[in-house]
């Protein structure tokens, strides 16, 4: 039941309902803002978004759900718990690589047990593991519990980090202080390719990446059952109860402002919605340099949008199989022949490789229900170039599912293909065209040093009063728990409706 209680307070507009804008809704409407939510799209979650075909369900985007309790905290706001409304389940192992010769290393939450498959691949770096995974606690306390909620539109609060950022060697990459703890080359990937999962290069990122080893385990990697869907659908269902209101099918062509202040939206088809406070959970791009076409920028100027760093892209598959495939994980990284060399294909040289490193999801491992009887949901992702590389999507799109599916059949799922009964794909067009990403980046702005912390788009617009952005592109970053990170900053730099309604 809606509360309705402040269906008369100050008015505030929040621009797309993936996760940032949903928990952005959930927050606001908590504090007594009242909130309309418009987005283009048919249905919530953004790059969550779920399809369901022919008795499957897909879930489009995130599967990994780590930090739980930054999505408790959501329900506490609203006077409940994440368990009255979902069943979110720690998944075991969290994930296995497979590495081209077919050994495979899993990740778990027992430290002992992750040693055990440190041993197994190279006994001379079981001492290593224990310094880096030390190394990962102290880069998490300072990097997540301190910085990751932390508003950074203050130079000075960039100044108070930078002994933390000198102490930690956090001016280095993932890939280069993996390699000070590891000799194996299969245990340096292991331990580096977790920038892949929000867009950022193993080889750039800021080794501040090196804390996610600790975060997993200390909070678990979770699924929810029903899917990723299930838990967006939740979310929807707190912020309605706290009389947020939804509007599907509803672009914003433009935010409006008057005199140096955001007013409200323009839609596409010329409807204004006046609001207090505009939120864009929209690609910071596109917010900037199309959302914002008409107002002056003194930052984020079209120029400074096209030099920036954008993440890759990503090609997605999605299909359905008439039987089952037990043998594969919930979750498995497949990796190719290369490693740095396919990273800079895909980062730097901006080249759509022969060869891929794969990461294949299978839900139907934990659950069941997303699939009829009998059969397994799927799907499979490849990071490839963003649209900068000019890559011809429309005609490479099926040539490059058929070497991914030959590729799955030659490793983990044998005679695959005469199983497929349904499927779709998604390529960085889509990306660009249907969620409106600049440049059809699958994260937005690449997470290197100097597009992060201070030098990323402010949660606090530096361009117009009254706007504020959340989302993979603003502070902290991309993947879920930074995007439901960058919606709690604003309890900081919102103003309290009462302070509004006082004018
Ligand atoms: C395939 C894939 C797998 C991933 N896997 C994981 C994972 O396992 N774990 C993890 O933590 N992260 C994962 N991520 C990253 C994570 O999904 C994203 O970083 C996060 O969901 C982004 O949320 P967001 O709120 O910033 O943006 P989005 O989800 O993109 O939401 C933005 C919304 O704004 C809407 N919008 C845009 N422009 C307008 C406009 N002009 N008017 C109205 N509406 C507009 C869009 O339609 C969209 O719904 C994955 C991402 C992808 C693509």
């Known amino acids: 039941m809606p509360d309705g209680s402040h269906a008369q307070g100050p008015h505030a507009v929040v621009i797309g309902a993936g996760f940032g804008g949903l928990a952005a809704a959930i927050r606001l409407s908590a504090r007594g803002w009242r909130v309309t939510v418009v987005e283009k799209l048919d249905g919530p979650g953004g790059r969550a978004y779920t399809y369901k075909q022919d008795g499957f369900t897909f879930d489009a985007g995130p599967t990994i759900i780590t930090a739980p309790y930054l999505l408790e905290e959501l329900f506490e706001l609203c006077g409940t718990q994440l368990s009255s409304h979902l069943d979110l389940r720690a998944i075991e192992p969290f994930y296995v690589i497979r590495f081209d010769d077919g050994t495979e290393f899993r990740a778990f939450s027992d430290i002992a047990k992750v040693r055990e498959e440190v041993r197994r691949i190279a006994p001379e770096d079981v001492d290593g593991f224990d310094r880096f995974i030390k190394a990962s606690e102290a880069i998490y306390k300072v990097a997540f519990v301190e910085m990751v909620d932390m508003p950074f539109h203050k130079f000075s609060t960039l100044l108070k980090s930078a002994p933390d950022l000198i102490r930690l060697q956090g001016y280095r990459s993932v890939f280069g202080k993996v390699g000070d703890y590891f000799g194996s080359e299969k245990l340096r990937i292991a331990f580096s390719f977790h920038p892949l999962l929000i867009g950022g290069n193993p080889l750039t990122t800021t080794a501040y990446y090196c804390l996610v080893a600790h975060l997993e385990r200390t909070h678990g990697v979770h699924y929810a059952m029903g899917g990723t869907g299930a838990l967006v659908r939740a979310l929807v269902g707190l912020a309605e109860g706290k009389g947020a209101r939804f509007r599907y099918g509803a672009a914003v062509e433009q935010i409006t402002t008057e005199g140096g202040r955001a007013t409200g939206v323009r839609l596409a088809g010329g409807e204004t919605i006046p609001a207090h406070a505009v939120v864009s959970n929209a690609d910071v791009g596109w917010t900037y340099s199309k959302l914002l076409s008409e107002t002056p920028r003194r930052r984020w100027t079209d120029a400074k949008l096209r030099r920036a760093s954008y993440s890759m892209g990503l090609f997605v598959w999605y299909f359905g199989t008439n039987r089952q495939f037990p043998d594969v994980y919930h979750h498995t990284m497949v990796l190719g022949p290369r490693y740095e060399e396919l990273l800079k294909d895909i980062f730097s040289r901006k080249e759509l490789a022969e060869d891929f490193s794969l990461y294949l999801h299978r839900p139907t491992a934990s659950d069941p229900s997303l699939a009829p009887p009998g059969c397994d949901a799927f799907y499979v992702l490849a990071p490839v170039p963003n649209l900068l590389a000019g890559t011809d999507w429309e005609a490479k799109a099926e040539p490059y599912r058929a070497a991914i599916a030959r590729r799955l059949e030659e490793t983990v799922m044998p005679g695959l293909s005469r199983h497929i009964v349904t499927q779709r794909v998604l390529t960085p067009l889509d990306f660009r065209d249907r969620l409106l990403s600049l440049n059809g ?46 919606a709690r900053i604003l309890d900081h730099i919102l103003p309290e409706p009462a302070a509004i309604a006082r004018g």
Request: proline fraction near 9%; avoid cysteine.
């Open 441 to 486: 980046a699958a994260f937005s702005l690449e997470p290197q040093l100097f597009q992060s912390a201070w030098f990323r788009p402010h949660n606090l617009s530096e361009e117009v009063r009254g706007l504020y952005l959340v989302g993979a592109g603003t502070h902290p970053g991309a993947g879920v728990p930074g995007v439901i990170s960058s």
